[in-house]
């Protein structure tokens, strides 16, 4: 149990355009979804929380508009990058937290964009 | 401000050794403490957690971590090591109270088990 999937696993985009990657609970409700953001050698840096139906919180620092979430039902959460820059290039996981696990977060695989 | 250490960016052990990484946290009131694991080009798998009760806690593939409240530890062992425990691995706290939804993450530290 407690699976979580994303697609597109990798994505390579040219520079000013946008790409959307999603972040699935495969067997559980999740509430919550966090959205990460993983540089080489380095921890985790949160972007921002999503509940379902509401709007995301985003970490200081985060751009909002540059990077939009989306978590329209409680087993899909989207993060979109707009006109993404060579900078945005990074690894994005996703995390969610469901109903009947309510303390622990479990993580998608992850998905390497590449903006050329 | 919240905070987790990992004091070490790597470890290395011999295969069949008992291994220890260590975490060690600074949040307010009695925190939720977590392990992961992270494999190249993956994402984070759950190992084990600690929300309260015994301090020893154990978890997948034969880890295990012990809490330690007055040192505000909670370092990751294995009493025999694999060549394939060989990954990344994270330690993670949730603060109780209004950032309960919120992990804080170590720096990570790469585990390296030698044949």
């Known amino acids: 149990g407690a699976v979580v999937s994303q697609h597109p696993s990798r994505v390579i985009c040219k520079s000013g355009t946008s790409v959307k990657i999603e972040c699935r609970s495969l067997?559980?409700?999740?509430?919550?979804m966090f959205w990460y953001r993983q540089f080489p050698k380095q921890s985790l840096m949160l972007m921002a929380t999503s509940n379902e139906g509401s709007k995301a919180t985003y970490e200081q620092g985060v751009e909002k508009d540059k990077f939009l979430i989306n978590h329209a039902s409680l087993t899909l959460s989207t993060l979109t990058v707009t006109s993404a820059h060579p900078e945005d290039s990074s690894f994005y996981i996703c995390?969610?937290?469901?109903?009947?696990?309510?303390?622990?977060?479990?993580f998608g695989p992850g998905t390497r964009l590449t903006v050329l | 401000a919240q905070s987790v250490a990992q004091p070490e960016d790597q470890v290395n052990v011999a295969e069949g050794n008992p291994l220890t990484v260590k975490c060690t946290y600074s949040v307010s009131g009695n925190p939720y403490l977590f392990w992961y694991v992270q494999y190249p080009n993956r994402g984070l798998q759950f190992l084990l957690k600690?929300?309260?009760?015994?301090?020893l806690v154990k978890g997948s593939y034969g880890f295990e971590a012990e809490f330690n409240k007055s040192q505000t530890s909670f370092h990751l062992k294995k009493p025999s090591a694999l060549v394939s425990d060989s990954a990344l691995y994270f330690c993670?706290?949730?603060?109780?109270?209004?950032?309960?939804?919120?992990?804080?993450f170590g720096s990570g530290t790469k585990l390296n088990v030698k044949p």
């Open positions: 995390s969610a937290r469901g109903q009947g696990y309510t303390d622990t977060q479990y």
């Open positions: 600690y929300i309260t009760g015994d301090n």
């Open positions: 993670a706290v949730r603060p109780a109270g209004s950032n309960f939804n919120k992990f804080y």
């Open positions: 067997d559980f409700q999740a509430t919550t």
